[in-house]
Protein backbone atom coordinates (compact mmCIF):
# COMPACT_ATOMS: atom_id res chain seq x y z
CA UNK A 1 0.00 0.00 0.00
CA UNK A 2 1.60 3.79 -0.64
CA UNK A 3 1.44 6.45 2.36
CA UNK A 4 3.39 8.53 0.24
CA UNK A 5 3.89 10.30 -3.13
CA UNK A 6 5.58 12.23 -5.05
CA UNK A 7 4.53 16.01 -5.21
CA UNK A 8 4.54 16.12 -8.66
CA UNK A 9 2.56 13.06 -8.90
CA UNK A 10 -0.07 14.65 -6.08
CA UNK A 11 -0.38 17.70 -8.43
CA UNK A 12 -1.17 15.54 -11.15
CA UNK A 13 -4.13 14.06 -9.36
CA UNK A 14 -5.19 16.95 -7.26
CA UNK A 15 -8.29 17.02 -8.46
CA UNK A 16 -8.84 13.29 -7.72
CA UNK A 17 -7.78 13.35 -3.96
CA UNK A 18 -9.22 17.21 -3.16
CA UNK A 19 -11.45 17.05 0.16
CA UNK A 20 -15.09 15.14 -0.17
CA UNK A 21 -15.66 14.99 3.49
CA UNK A 22 -16.07 17.91 5.91
CA UNK A 23 -15.80 17.19 9.95
CA UNK A 24 -19.07 17.99 11.65
CA UNK A 25 -18.58 16.82 14.93
CA UNK A 26 -14.99 15.55 16.69
CA UNK A 27 -14.85 14.48 20.44
CA UNK A 28 -11.40 13.20 22.47
CA UNK A 29 -12.85 9.40 24.20
CA UNK A 30 -9.62 9.52 25.99
CA UNK A 31 -6.46 12.12 25.19
CA UNK A 32 -5.44 9.55 23.06
CA UNK A 33 -8.96 8.82 21.14
CA UNK A 34 -10.14 10.75 19.18
CA UNK A 35 -13.67 10.42 17.31
CA UNK A 36 -14.70 12.21 14.14
CA UNK A 37 -17.98 12.56 12.00
CA UNK A 38 -17.50 13.03 8.57
CA UNK A 39 -20.37 14.17 6.00
CA UNK A 40 -19.61 13.91 2.37
CA UNK A 41 -20.83 12.13 -0.76
CA UNK A 42 -20.21 8.49 0.30
CA UNK A 43 -22.40 7.32 -2.52
CA UNK A 44 -19.44 5.69 -4.27
CA UNK A 45 -18.06 3.94 -1.08
CA UNK A 46 -18.85 0.36 -0.69
CA UNK A 47 -18.13 -0.78 3.32
CA UNK A 48 -17.13 -4.09 4.36
CA UNK A 49 -15.40 -5.56 7.65
CA UNK A 50 -11.68 -5.57 7.68
CA UNK A 51 -11.64 -2.56 4.46
CA UNK A 52 -9.77 0.30 5.20
CA UNK A 53 -10.40 3.79 3.79
CA UNK A 54 -6.76 6.38 2.99
CA UNK A 55 -6.59 9.35 4.31
CA UNK A 56 -4.47 12.31 2.67
CA UNK A 57 -2.79 13.67 5.86
CA UNK A 58 -0.28 16.07 4.03
CA UNK A 59 -0.30 16.95 0.60
CA UNK A 60 2.34 13.91 -0.47
CA UNK A 61 0.88 11.39 2.33
CA UNK A 62 -1.83 9.36 3.04
CA UNK A 63 -2.56 6.66 6.02
CA UNK A 64 -5.36 3.98 6.51
CA UNK A 65 -8.04 4.64 9.04
CA UNK A 66 -11.13 2.09 9.08
CA UNK A 67 -14.62 3.15 9.09
CA UNK A 68 -16.39 1.91 12.51
CA UNK A 69 -19.67 3.88 11.50
CA UNK A 70 -21.49 4.57 8.07
CA UNK A 71 -25.28 5.78 7.23
CA UNK A 72 -25.70 5.96 3.59
CA UNK A 73 -28.29 7.86 3.05
CA UNK A 74 -27.04 10.54 4.84
CA UNK A 75 -23.68 10.68 3.57
CA UNK A 76 -22.04 10.22 7.51
CA UNK A 77 -19.09 8.41 8.57
CA UNK A 78 -17.36 7.80 12.12
CA UNK A 79 -13.59 6.80 12.18
CA UNK A 80 -12.10 6.31 15.49
CA UNK A 81 -8.08 7.49 15.68
CA UNK A 82 -5.63 6.36 18.18
CA UNK A 83 -3.39 10.12 18.39
CA UNK A 84 -0.32 8.43 19.50
CA UNK A 85 1.36 11.67 17.81
CA UNK A 86 4.53 9.93 16.63
CA UNK A 87 3.52 10.26 13.07
CA UNK A 88 2.13 12.76 10.66
CA UNK A 89 -1.25 11.45 10.11
CA UNK A 90 -1.70 11.34 13.85
CA UNK A 91 -0.34 14.91 14.66
CA UNK A 92 -2.71 16.31 11.81
CA UNK A 93 -5.97 14.34 12.79
CA UNK A 94 -5.20 15.82 16.47
CA UNK A 95 -5.55 18.98 15.00
CA UNK A 96 -8.57 18.75 13.16
CA UNK A 97 -12.09 20.78 13.75
CA UNK A 98 -15.30 20.74 13.11
CA UNK A 99 -16.06 22.37 9.90
CA UNK A 100 -12.39 21.22 8.37
CA UNK A 101 -12.10 19.55 5.11
CA UNK A 102 -10.27 16.37 3.97
CA UNK A 103 -9.99 13.73 1.48
CA UNK A 104 -10.96 10.16 1.97
CA UNK A 105 -10.78 7.18 -0.26
CA UNK A 106 -13.22 4.46 -0.99
CA UNK A 107 -12.83 1.70 1.55
CA UNK A 108 -10.49 -1.47 0.21
CA UNK A 109 -8.62 -4.32 1.32
CA UNK A 110 -8.77 -7.70 2.65
CA UNK A 111 -12.31 -9.27 3.58
CA UNK A 112 -11.06 -10.36 7.18
CA UNK A 113 -14.78 -11.75 8.36
CA UNK A 114 -16.05 -15.43 7.86
CA UNK A 115 -19.89 -15.02 8.68
CA UNK A 116 -20.17 -18.79 8.35
CA UNK A 117 -18.07 -19.65 11.82
CA UNK A 118 -20.25 -19.28 14.73
CA UNK A 119 -17.48 -18.05 17.22
CA UNK A 120 -15.55 -15.03 16.83
CA UNK A 121 -12.39 -13.79 18.13
CA UNK A 122 -11.11 -10.25 16.99
CA UNK A 123 -7.45 -9.34 18.77
CA UNK A 124 -6.06 -5.48 18.29
CA UNK A 125 -5.11 -2.52 19.96
CA UNK A 126 -6.26 1.16 19.65
CA UNK A 127 -6.04 1.07 16.08
CA UNK A 128 -8.86 -1.99 16.08
CA UNK A 129 -10.80 -0.68 17.59
CA UNK A 130 -12.97 1.17 14.75
CA UNK A 131 -12.86 -2.49 13.56
CA UNK A 132 -14.65 -3.80 16.46
CA UNK A 133 -17.23 -1.05 15.93
CA UNK A 134 -18.13 -1.97 12.25
CA UNK A 135 -18.39 -5.33 13.18
CA UNK A 136 -20.23 -5.77 16.14
CA UNK A 137 -23.94 -5.39 14.63
CA UNK A 138 -23.09 -7.73 11.70
CA UNK A 139 -21.61 -10.34 14.94
CA UNK A 140 -25.34 -9.47 16.97
CA UNK A 141 -27.37 -9.81 14.21
CA UNK A 142 -26.04 -12.96 13.07
CA UNK A 143 -26.23 -14.74 16.47
CA UNK A 144 -22.66 -14.85 16.71
CA UNK A 145 -20.88 -15.83 20.07
CA UNK A 146 -17.95 -12.98 20.10
CA UNK A 147 -15.34 -11.59 21.88
CA UNK A 148 -12.76 -8.61 21.32
CA UNK A 149 -9.49 -8.97 23.35
CA UNK A 150 -7.53 -5.78 23.22
CA UNK A 151 -4.44 -4.63 24.62
CA UNK A 152 -4.55 -1.22 25.10
CA UNK A 153 -2.30 1.65 27.29
CA UNK A 154 -3.60 2.46 30.57
CA UNK A 155 -5.80 5.93 29.65
CA UNK A 156 -7.76 4.06 26.80
CA UNK A 157 -8.72 1.10 29.04
CA UNK A 158 -12.29 2.18 28.99
CA UNK A 159 -12.68 3.26 25.39
CA UNK A 160 -14.04 0.29 24.81
CA UNK A 161 -17.29 0.21 27.35
CA UNK A 162 -17.78 3.87 26.07
CA UNK A 163 -18.31 3.29 22.63
CA UNK A 164 -21.01 0.26 23.88
CA UNK A 165 -18.80 -2.90 22.95
CA UNK A 166 -19.42 -5.92 24.57
CA UNK A 167 -17.48 -9.36 25.16
CA UNK A 168 -14.46 -7.20 26.03
CA UNK A 169 -11.56 -8.01 27.72
CA UNK A 170 -8.94 -5.38 27.78
CA UNK A 171 -5.09 -6.31 28.55
CA UNK A 172 -2.04 -3.90 29.39
CA UNK A 173 0.67 -3.67 26.51
CA UNK A 174 3.10 -4.29 29.56
CA UNK A 175 5.14 -7.56 28.32
CA UNK A 176 2.08 -9.15 27.11
CA UNK A 177 1.72 -10.09 23.98
CA UNK A 178 4.87 -10.60 22.87
CA UNK A 179 5.40 -13.34 25.28
CA UNK A 180 4.83 -16.57 23.51
CA UNK A 181 4.19 -18.09 26.78
CA UNK A 182 1.82 -15.35 28.39
CA UNK A 183 -0.04 -15.72 25.26
CA UNK A 184 -0.25 -19.85 25.44
CA UNK A 185 -1.50 -19.14 28.93
CA UNK A 186 -4.86 -16.61 27.54
CA UNK A 187 -8.02 -18.10 29.77
CA UNK A 188 -9.88 -18.47 25.82
CA UNK A 189 -7.25 -21.60 25.09
CA UNK A 190 -8.18 -23.24 29.12
CA UNK A 191 -11.83 -24.51 27.04
CA UNK A 192 -12.58 -26.18 23.90
CA UNK A 193 -15.36 -23.75 22.89
CA UNK A 194 -13.14 -21.38 21.17
CA UNK A 195 -10.85 -23.99 19.15
CA UNK A 196 -12.47 -23.84 15.89
CA UNK A 197 -12.91 -20.21 16.29
CA UNK A 198 -12.62 -17.41 13.55
CA UNK A 199 -9.65 -15.04 15.08
CA UNK A 200 -9.35 -11.73 13.64
CA UNK A 201 -6.00 -10.17 14.53
CA UNK A 202 -5.05 -6.96 13.45
CA UNK A 203 -3.18 -3.56 15.34
CA UNK A 204 0.63 -3.95 16.32
CA UNK A 205 2.60 -6.07 13.81
CA UNK A 206 4.02 -7.67 16.61
CA UNK A 207 1.48 -8.51 18.83
CA UNK A 208 0.20 -10.24 15.77
CA UNK A 209 3.04 -12.26 15.15
CA UNK A 210 3.57 -13.62 18.45
CA UNK A 211 -0.74 -14.31 19.18
CA UNK A 212 -0.17 -15.85 15.30
CA UNK A 213 1.93 -18.40 16.17
CA UNK A 214 0.22 -19.35 19.35
CA UNK A 215 -2.67 -19.53 17.67
CA UNK A 216 -1.38 -21.84 14.77
CA UNK A 217 -0.11 -24.65 17.59
CA UNK A 218 -3.11 -23.99 19.87
CA UNK A 219 -6.54 -24.05 17.66
CA UNK A 220 -8.25 -25.13 14.05
CA UNK A 221 -9.68 -21.98 14.21
CA UNK A 222 -9.30 -19.82 10.98
CA UNK A 223 -6.85 -17.22 11.09
CA UNK A 224 -6.61 -13.84 9.33
CA UNK A 225 -4.35 -11.41 10.09
CA UNK A 226 -3.12 -7.87 9.34
CA UNK A 227 -0.62 -5.58 10.78
CA UNK A 228 -1.66 -2.30 11.29
CA UNK A 229 1.24 -0.43 12.56
CA UNK A 230 4.91 -1.33 12.81
CA UNK A 231 7.43 -0.02 15.96
CA UNK A 232 9.62 2.44 13.89
CA UNK A 233 8.29 2.49 10.22
CA UNK A 234 6.03 4.72 8.80
CA UNK A 235 2.69 4.47 6.98
CA UNK A 236 2.27 0.90 7.05
C1 LIG B 1 -6.05 -1.65 7.14
C2 LIG B 1 -5.65 -0.65 8.23
C3 LIG B 1 -6.65 -0.08 9.03
C4 LIG B 1 -6.29 0.85 10.04
N1 LIG B 1 -7.28 1.43 10.80
C5 LIG B 1 -6.95 2.34 11.77
C6 LIG B 1 -7.95 2.99 12.54
O1 LIG B 1 -9.16 2.82 12.35
N2 LIG B 1 -7.54 3.89 13.50
C7 LIG B 1 -6.21 4.16 13.73
O2 LIG B 1 -5.89 4.98 14.62
N3 LIG B 1 -5.24 3.55 13.00
C8 LIG B 1 -5.58 2.66 12.03
N4 LIG B 1 -4.61 2.06 11.27
C9 LIG B 1 -3.22 2.30 11.64
C10 LIG B 1 -2.64 3.59 11.05
O3 LIG B 1 -2.76 3.59 9.65
C11 LIG B 1 -1.15 3.63 11.47
O4 LIG B 1 -1.06 3.73 12.87
C12 LIG B 1 -0.37 4.73 10.79
O5 LIG B 1 1.00 4.38 10.86
C13 LIG B 1 -0.52 6.08 11.44
O6 LIG B 1 0.23 7.02 10.69
P1 LIG B 1 1.10 8.17 11.37
O7 LIG B 1 1.43 9.10 10.26
O8 LIG B 1 0.42 8.68 12.60
O9 LIG B 1 2.41 7.45 11.85
P2 LIG B 1 3.60 6.95 10.85
O10 LIG B 1 4.22 8.11 10.14
O11 LIG B 1 3.07 5.85 10.02
O12 LIG B 1 4.64 6.37 11.90
C14 LIG B 1 5.49 7.22 12.67
C15 LIG B 1 5.91 6.47 13.93
O13 LIG B 1 4.77 6.24 14.74
C16 LIG B 1 4.67 4.85 15.07
N5 LIG B 1 3.23 4.49 15.11
C17 LIG B 1 2.36 4.37 14.08
N6 LIG B 1 1.15 4.02 14.52
C18 LIG B 1 1.25 3.92 15.87
C19 LIG B 1 0.33 3.58 16.90
N7 LIG B 1 -0.96 3.29 16.65
N8 LIG B 1 0.77 3.58 18.18
C20 LIG B 1 2.06 3.88 18.48
N9 LIG B 1 2.99 4.20 17.54
C21 LIG B 1 2.58 4.23 16.25
C22 LIG B 1 5.41 4.13 13.95
O14 LIG B 1 5.91 2.90 14.41
C23 LIG B 1 6.53 5.11 13.62
O15 LIG B 1 7.62 4.90 14.49
C24 LIG B 1 -4.93 1.16 10.26
C25 LIG B 1 -3.94 0.59 9.44
C26 LIG B 1 -4.30 -0.32 8.44
C27 LIG B 1 -3.20 -0.93 7.58
Given at each position: ????IP?W?G?L?E??????V????S?Y???Q???????G???N??F????A?V???????FR??TV???D?K???L?I???I????VG????????V???L?I?????K????????????F???T???LA???LP???RN???Y?????L?D???N????????N???????????N????S????F??G??K????V?TG???SV??F???????T?????A?GY????????
Open positions: MISSKVNFDTLRPNKIIASLSPMKLIRFQDISMSRIGYNIRVSETENYAYYSNGVDIFHHRKGSLYIDSLDNDEYSPPRGKLFSPDIKQQVFGDESIGCSATLKKHQRFLFEEENRVPLLLGLEVTVFSKKDTFRDKWVDLSIKTDWDASFLNVKQTRKVLKDKTGKIRQWLEGKKGL
